[in-house]
């Protein structure tokens, strides 16, 4: 085993994976295409940068492909950790977050031709399309800027504590990679609501969010987002004409703050 020492090198052995990875795609029999995004994809990487890995998957095998995972990622990498998300993000497909032992480390996001264009936003570079799906395909690049729908914003005041749920139980477990990947879903969450609520530089108020792989500095992080969804969400709600979740808000925001203060010794919301 190559044990990442860090330093420079960390974005050349991000391709040599990315070229494995290739490989072991059109090796696959389950698999009917795979891409790259990210950083990667859009030429803006750096010796900090992660893998987003795609696969579009025979949908007879996924959920043989899903739980076979570890043995296709150790085909091209040295694994020392993997771990599945399902229905990431609300959105239909599931999201593998893994650790390869000469510090590779990302996402592979699995979908079928049905959903795979609810996988990614932006630059694409595409590895293998054994049936042409992803021939003239762009994903657009997600965005904040035009206001949410009402029916948008219904569904994040609920998803939200769903997603910090699911944060702070990563949290506990000191599943820190996984905790801080439901944070990411947070803090977007958070900036639909900021845009319903029309708040101008919600970034600012959801510094936090961007957290280290740090046990406090996570907690302090979903604290952070869940004061901008109290003082935001009843104003989104107000402006779409949505009904804002009051019970809900309050039960949960409750139980995360007693678990994420106790615990980490911060303080809460």
């Not at 893994?98 to 590895?127: S, Y």
């Not at 947070?186 to 969010?209: F, K, N, Q, Y």
Request: one cysteine or more; aromatic letters at 10%; hydrophobic letters at 45%.
């Amino acid at each position: 085993m190559r044990v990442d020492e860090g330093g420079e090198g960390r974005l050349r052995r991000n391709r040599a994976a990315v070229a494995r990875f290739a490989s072991a795609c059109e090796a696959e029999e389950a698999i009917i295409a795979a891409f790259l995004g990210g950083s990667l994809a859009a030429g803006t990487a750096d010796e900090e940068s992660d893998v987003d890995l795609y696969v579009v998957l025979d949908e007879s095998r996924y959920d043989e492909f899903r739980d076979r995972r570890d043995e296709f990622l150790g085909r091209w990498g040295d694994l020392v950790f993997s771990t599945v998300i399902r229905d990431f993000e609300g959105l239909g497909f599931d999201m593998v977050l893994f650790v390869m032992a000469d510090g590779v480390e990302g996402e592979l996001a699995l979908a079928t031709p049905k959903n795979f264009r609810a996988t990614h936003g932006g630059p694409h570079q595409v590895l293998v399309d054994k049936a042409s799906i992803l021939s003239g395909v762009e994903f657009p690049l997600l965005s904040f800027d035009q206001a949410p729908s009402k029916q948008q914003v219904e569904r994040t005041m609920w998803w939200f504590w769903w997603q910090v749920r699911a944060a702070v139980k990563s949290w506990s477990r000191s599943r820190w990679w996984e905790a801080a990947s439901h944070l990411q879903g947070i803090r977007d969450s958070c900036m639909v609501l900021a845009g319903a609520a029309g708040v101008e530089h919600p970034h600012e108020s959801l510094a936090a969010t961007h957290a280290s792989m740090d046990r406090t500095a996570l907690a302090e992080g979903i604290l952070a987002a869940i004061h901008c969804y109290l003082e935001w969400a009843p104003d989104a709600a107000r402006r779409v004409g949505a009904t804002y979740p009051e019970g809900l808000a309050q039960v949960s925001s409750n139980r995360a703050t007693r678990s994420l203060s106790a615990a980490a010794g911060v303080r809460g919301t």
